[in-house]
């Protein structure tokens, strides 16, 4: 399966030489060995039932064209029971992954990929009919989820406490803010984020918009550019499709493709700016609004930076199937520089201001040599700006550019690359 952050490794050719990435595959999941992963639906008795029964099955999926993967999806039965009214399974129909540690968001990116196909697509909007929700969670119950917690109100978090969560919808709709995808951070009116109580139970597929709004009620905030694509579809019935979701320390980043289409295709659905919560308030502020193009005055409701990541949970809602298949997550994280043998370093480029934001100037080591070519590539390997080092200083504008980590290389020698940062 291609994965996004390998564009690093392909076009920063040298890069590990000068600088460690370490990539550590935290889950790698076909489907076939259930015992990976915590069955939520299996915490409780739900339906009919006299006696635990699990609401997921496990099968191999074909789409019209012949691409057939191992998919999970929800059993008929759960289908006819998926409400949120006593007697049913009352959104316990999800999954959760647990890591090994907690992930550090510090200057580390998870990188959670999976593919999705669907029996129907629905006009409403809303994906009742064939919702996938995935929430990282911050804060995951030491000793795991007991058997009946949905049923305890009194207990602090049973199910966690969400940090971001991404839902994908199967609507049919292509209007503004209604292509099927929405990201929120936390949820509830807790700072630290919660997943939803209703009807005198938990409900632990849900957490609400932080401050307790209703997911998708209205334009989506922070509003996303790429949110009013009036023409993006991202459910299909027909063929799988690949979704790739970049959680990043400061910006949360989904994309999309056919699952047989190379990388390159990679289609950006949507973006979330994070800046740190323990910034001052007026630069979280001008953060959110470079990026996404608001005029706020203060953060958003409850606004937070979460610090660490330490479980995944994947729920499935609807009358008609959605199936998932090939779940892979990826954690990068910079490692120890690691030592380049050279008889004799090169002088290192002048770069100023660093972090910058309209504009990068690059002073010649060596006046008067021949022009060396510049680069820039962003956290992701993917070359942003390329030209001449002409002038004893260069200058490059960044002005259009979003906030975040950055490389710049002059020329072709591994030493020549500095990081850089854009705010």
Same mark, same amino acid.
């Given at each position: 399966m291609a994965r996004l952050f390998y564009l690093l490794l392909t076009l920063i050719p040298g890069l590990l030489t000068a600088q460690s990435y370490q990539d550590t595959l935290l889950i790698d999941e076909n489907f076939s060995d259930t015992s990976a992963f915590t069955d939520l639906s299996r915490l409780l008795v739900w339906g009919d039932n006299t006696e635990v029964e699990s609401g997921f099955q496990y099968d191999s999926i074909e789409d019209s064209r012949g691409l057939t993967y191992q998919a999970i999806h929800m059993t008929p039965k759960a289908m006819e029971y998926a409400g949120y009214q006593p007697n049913t399974i009352r959104a316990s129909q999800a999954v959760d992954f647990r890591f090994p540690t907690p992930i550090s968001r510090e200057a580390d990116t998870l990188i959670i990929e999976f593919d999705a196909l669907w029996d129907a697509l629905n006009s409403p909007g809303w994906g009742e009919s064939g919702r996938i929700v995935v929430t990282l969670l911050h804060d995951y119950p030491e000793a795991g989820i007991p058997f009946g917690a949905i049923d305890d109100l009194s207990a602090e978090a049973p199910f966690g406490r969400p940090a971001y969560n991404m839902r994908l919808r199967n609507t049919e709709n292509t209007g503004a803010f209604q292509s099927?995808?929405?990201?929120?951070? +936390?949820? $509830?009116?807790?700072?630290? $984020?919660?997943?939803?109580? /209703? %009807? +005198?139970?938990?409900? @632990? *597929? %849900?957490?609400?918009? #932080?401050? *307790? *709004?209703? @997911? *998708?009620?209205? #334009? @989506?905030?922070?509003?996303? @550019?790429?949110?009013?694509?009036? +023409?993006? /579809?991202? #459910?299909?019935?027909?063929?799988w499709k690949h979704y790739t979701w970049v959680v990043a320390p400061e910006r949360l980043s989904f994309y999309q493709r056919d699952a047989l289409a190379p990388e390159s295709d990679n289609e950006l659905v949507m973006f979330m700016e994070t800046p740190r919560s323990d910034q001052f308030e007026g630069l979280i502020v001008d953060q959110l609004n470079e990026a996404h193009g608001t005029a706020i005055t203060e953060p958003p409701a409850l606004y937070h930076w979460f610090e660490q990541i330490e479980a995944l949970r994947l729920y499935f809602r609807g009358v008609d199937q959605a199936y998932l298949a090939n779940l892979e997550v990826h954690h990068r994280f910079e490692g120890e520089p690691v030592a380049v043998r050279s008889p004799a370093p090169s002088p290192q480029l002048k770069v100023f201001p660093n972090p910058a934001r309209s504009a990068l100037y690059v002073e010649q080591p060596h006046p008067g040599v021949a022009a060396a070519p510049l680069q820039l590539f962003n956290n992701f390997g993917q070359a942003v700006w390329q030209g001449q080092l002409q002038q004893p200083v260069q200058r490059i504008d960044i002005g259009h550019l979003p906030p975040g980590l950055y490389y710049l290389r002059a020329g072709s020698d591994t030493q020549q690359i500095q990081k850089i940062i854009i705010q």
């Open positions: 099927g995808g929405l990201m929120l951070y +936390g949820g $509830g009116e807790d700072l630290e $984020g919660e997943i939803e109580q /209703a %009807f +005198g139970y938990w409900l @632990p *597929g %849900f957490s609400s918009e #932080a401050g *307790g *709004g209703t @997911p *998708g009620q209205g #334009a @989506p905030y922070p509003l996303s @550019p790429t949110q009013k694509n009036e +023409g993006l /579809a991202l #459910a299909s019935t027909t063929h």
